[in-house]
């Protein structure tokens, strides 16, 4: 029996075993992957307050598996399978195992769904992104492709108009899906040049991506290619049990509680996530304080 346990080892997960159990709570944290969660993906991170040299994302996370042990919290690679409550008790099933615990704190965040070219997958942190605010800056006076239509892509694509030299958007459709304004936004900004009925096929490169292929055949020379063609919310573990908006984000309150008590959300996978490591590590801490208020309640 568990006072908390915690489901997915990311840095929202990982700062909430590390406050939980630093408050005295015996608690588990478990993780079907290597714990570090997507950041360990990135290149390089360069602002994470405190941190002031660049550090790679494997590098940034590689102690928070044994901080959060340090003040008791136990890390087990175990894929869960199903939560249910009964009696007032939460029930863990995993692979293995069955656990019980009095809360819950689910950081199972969310991916970003690949665009399928080839490549992709070699160059994720190599010149391949999903997140133009954490890695925009390397790009500063560089050229950059925005793969997308919706109000994501053109949003980021904006964002990175003012640091690249010229941001293609490449759309596989003939007209965009983003809300009219922000269209109109891109059609108004010089160094964003729009490419319509095309997608990309490959890219290609050595250590890093220098360029791509599109379906038509045409290359392009450039440094960074950035996807938004949607987000995955991993919520299967929990969307029957609680209240989800229209994405399929968790709903939480200041406190990261879902609609069910002693049920908390942290990270990308609740509703309004900035998707930033600092972020995440504020939820977990947050939502920690706070199931561990609840369970000396006995609520």
């Not at 095309?198 to 250590?207: C, D, M, P, R, T």
Request: charged share 25%; with cysteine.
């Amino acid at each position: 029996m568990y006072d908390i346990i915690i489901i997915g080892a990311g840095p929202a997960g990982l700062s909430a075993g590390l406050y939980a159990s630093r408050l005295g709570a015996k608690t588990l944290i478990l993780e079907k992957l290597t714990p570090g969660g997507q950041i360990t993906l990135s290149s390089e991170i360069e602002n994470y307050p405190g941190i002031c040299e660049v550090k790679s994302g494997l590098e940034l996370m590689s102690c928070w598996p044994q901080q959060a042990m340090k003040f008791g919290a136990e890390i087990k690679s175990e894929e869960v399978k199903k939560l249910k409550i009964e009696n007032g008790k939460w029930k863990v099933e995993t692979s293995n195992n069955e656990y019980t615990s009095k809360a819950i704190i689910v950081a199972t965040g969310a991916n970003p769904k690949k665009a399928g070219f080839e490549g992709e997958i070699k160059y994720t942190g190599k010149g391949v992104s999903y997140c133009a605010v954490c890695d925009g800056f390397f790009y500063k006076g560089k050229n950059v492709v925005v793969i997308g239509g919706g109000d994501t892509a053109l949003e980021e694509a904006l964002y990175l108009s003012k640091i690249a030299q010229k941001v293609y958007l490449i759309h596989r459709r003939d007209k965009f899906r983003a809300a009219p304004l922000t269209q109109k936004k891109v059609f108004n900004t010089q160094n964003i040049e729009i490419i319509y009925n095309e997608s990309v096929k490959k890219v290609f490169g050595n250590e890093f991506l220098e360029g791509i292929i599109l379906s038509s055949g045409k290359e392009i020379k450039i440094d960074g290619v950035f996807v938004f063609v949607g987000m995955k919310i991993n919520n299967e573990l929990i969307k029957d049990l609680v209240k989800l908006n229209e994405w399929g984000e968790v709903k939480v309150d200041l406190n990261m509680q879902t609609s069910l008590k002693g049920l908390y959300a942290v990270g990308d996978i609740r509703q309004n996530a900035v998707k930033q490591v600092v972020a995440a590590a504020g939820d977990g801490a947050i939502a920690a304080i706070n199931a561990v208020k609840y369970m000396e309640k006995g609520e």
